[in-house]
């Protein structure tokens, strides 16, 4: 099953690679912005459920999903190019295993726990 949903994840990955080069933006940008919503793990200066919180919006694709649907139908291109960003970096994380966080630990994710002892098929 962790490899059926590994993929499904490298699909959504190809799909806002797509996306983005659809819009006729740079590679080079898309590289550049790709690991920014890692920055919500500042959240956890201000305490564990505000790190959590900032974690999980940053990574959670129904957001990206919505978000880019709003851009889209109000024709901000800005906003949707954060909605692929989003999307194509949460799919990313998923890919390696790093899912929404539990409130309980750090490493306890939707997935599974992350740490030495998880076996990634790929």
């Known amino acids: 099953m962790a490899t059926l949903l590994r993929l499904e994840e490298l699909g959504k ?9 659809y819009s006729g933006l740079s590679f080079w940008i898309f590289m550049i ?8 793990l500042t959240g956890y200066f201000f305490g564990k459920r505000a790190g959590l919180i900032a974690y999980n919006c940053c990574h959670h694709q129904g957001l990206a999903i919505i978000t880019g649907i709003t851009g889209h139908f109000l024709g901000l291109s800005l906003i949707v190019e954060i909605s692929i960003i989003l999307l ?4 990313m994380d998923r890919i390696l295993g790093y899912g929404l966080k539990y409130s309980d630990h750090f490493g306890h994710t939707h997935l599974g726990w992350i740490g030495k002892n998880t076996a990634f098929p790929f």
């Open 88 to 91: 194509a970096h949460s799919s």
């Open 33 to 40: 912005f790709l690991f920014l919503p890692d920055i919500s």
């Open 13 to 21: 990955f190809i799909l806002a690679l797509i996306f983005w080069f």
